[in-house]
């Protein structure tokens, strides 16, 4: 069992940064390949980003590649999401979550844990 908790959304300027925060309960959240994903008012939900547990691999969405880097710290049970040059595109509730599956990591069905999610709103 694995919970989630994000955190460092807000309010920023269009060609700002933020950088959100996923901290993990649980001893084995070193196993585990994280993702972010994010969802705006009536769509669905979008895949940000993803890394495998080590690390070792990352994966982004066309959208953000490029302004956007995941990375995590397993010592800490903490995934996070760098996010620059943000555009008002970007806006949207962002979740993390955790997935045991070794494959398709952009499809959001694959995860197995969800956090409550962090509201980010960037302003032209």
């Known amino acids: 069992q694995v919970q989630l908790v994000e955190s460092g959304g807000g309010l920023v300027q269009a060609g700002g940064s933020l950088r959100l925060s996923c901290a993990a309960s649980g001893r084995t959240f070193s196993s585990y390949t994280m993702g972010w994903f994010r969802q705006a008012p009536g769509k669905e939900r979008d895949f940000v980003a993803a890394?495998?547990?080590?690390?070792?691999?990352?994966y982004y969405a066309d959208s953000v590649k490029g302004r956007f880097t995941i990375s995590r710290d397993n010592a800490k049970n903490t995934v996070y999401l760098q996010m620059n040059s943000l555009k008002p595109e970007d806006t949207a509730v962002y979740y993390c979550?955790?997935?045991?599956?070794?494959?398709?990591?952009?499809?959001?069905?694959?995860?197995?844990?969800w956090g409550q999610g962090t509201q980010v709103t960037v302003s032209s």
């Open positions: 890394i495998t547990w080590s690390g070792g691999s990352t």
């Open positions: 979550a955790a997935t045991t599956s070794t494959w398709r990591y952009s499809d959001y069905t694959k995860y197995n844990y």
